[in-house]
């Protein structure tokens, strides 16, 4: 027994450790089981046994928990919406968001107004995402005229007709038969009669330094696709969001849509969000994942770059087909 040991005015005492009280091992519950781990998959396995070899446990689970919850909506006849920024896009997913579109995997797709400027880019020339390091200094960052000439007028026209912003670009690539439509979001939206809105913060994006953009168009444009969001978000009881690399924008006009719906006496029981992003954002975290589904929904945060985490996990939905 260690001597005692004595601070100026607390008596302390050496713990007598023969008293400690303890359990069998075979006893205690655990919170990682035998059934959940990982197992080793043959070469010849298909990407559903890949799948399914995956542990049972914290990300992997919540991928196959998201697969799931799409499958399930859909199957069901539920809305599934896909929220992200340009990001997506600029790393080479419009194809597959295009894809994905055109198998009604999604029901409507929300970006902001970047997102139009990198889809259009890549139609149009096959290439997009300027050197901004390289030609800020020469004053020539943001000045390619077609993309600010056609997309500024495809706006101005939306706003006169009310067709907002993602319906009248959709339309523009598609009708002039761009080389590269096949891969844009917008075109393919436009084409599967699926709901694409564009929320647009004035002054973000490079086609609003151009003498081509009204602001009071631009405004009232992104406020129809607002409405028009706003509606999609009202039909998501039992249905699913998914935020794709938007820290701001997204989530806080999706919080908006969803108390909007809310006060009309719309429902969100059975929501499930998903949010995608190298980080996991506070607006992301509070405005997709935790507020709106309460106690009523599910909420789940995937982290990883965006290149490989929407491949896997439409091909997770798909394998559950």
């Given amino acids: 027994m260690a001597p005692e040991i004595r601070y100026p005015h607390t008596p302390l005492k050496e713990l007598d450790l023969s008293e400690i009280k303890t359990y069998s091992v075979h006893d205690r519950p655990g919170k990682v089981s035998i059934k959940q781990i990982a197992r080793g998959v043959p070469s010849d396995e298909s990407f559903a046994g890949w799948l399914e070899s995956l542990p049972d446990i914290s990300a992997a689970r919540d991928l196959k928990l998201a697969a799931q919850a799409i499958h399930r909506a859909r199957g069901e006849g539920k809305g599934v919406l896909l929220g992200m920024g340009a990001h997506p896009i600029k790393v080479g997913l419009g194809g597959l968001i295009a894809q994905a579109l055109a198998d009604r995997i999604f029901t409507g797709i929300a970006t902001n107004g970047a997102a139009i400027i990198h889809d259009y ?25 077609e993309t600010s000439a ?27 038969d761009l080389p590269h439509a096949g891969a844009s979001v917008f075109a393919s939206a ?5 709901p694409a809105t564009v ?10 330094m151009h003498p081509t953009c009204d ?23 039992n249905g699913v969001f ?23 006496g719309y429902s969100l029981e059975g929501l499930t969000t998903v949010n995608m992003d ?31 985490l929407l491949p896997l996990l439409l091909a997770a939905v798909r394998a559950l087909n």
């Avoid at 907002?164 to 598609?174: A, D, M």
């Avoid at 436009?190 to 699926?194: D, K, L, P, Q, T």
């Avoid at 999706?254 to 108390?259: D, R, T």
């Fill in 150 to 176: 056609q997309l500024n007028s495809a706006i101005n026209d939306g706003a006169a007709s009310g067709e907002g912003i993602g319906y009248p670009v959709g339309r523009l690539i598609e009708e002039q």
């Fill in 121 to 145: 880019e890549l139609a149009l020339t096959g290439k997009t995402s300027e050197d901004v390091d390289a030609v800020l200094s020469e004053g020539t960052f943001g000045m390619a005229l």
């Fill in 242 to 264: 998914i935020n794709l690399g938007s820290a701001v924008i997204i989530p806080e006009i999706f919080l908006k849509a969803c108390s909007l719906s809310l006060n009309l």
């Fill in 215 to 237: 602001g009071a168009a631009t405004g009232k444009a992104t406020m129809d696709d607002f409405r028009l969001f706003s509606r999609q978000v009202a039909a998501l009881e």
């Fill in 278 to 308: 190298f980080i996991q954002h506070y607006r992301p975290r509070v405005n997709v994942v935790g507020r709106p589904t309460g106690s009523t929904g599910r909420g789940i945060s995937l982290t990883g770059h965006h290149e490989l």
């Fill in 199 to 208: 929320h647009v913060a004035l002054g973000t994006d490079i086609i609003h």
């Fill in 190 to 194: 436009y084409r599967n009669g699926i």
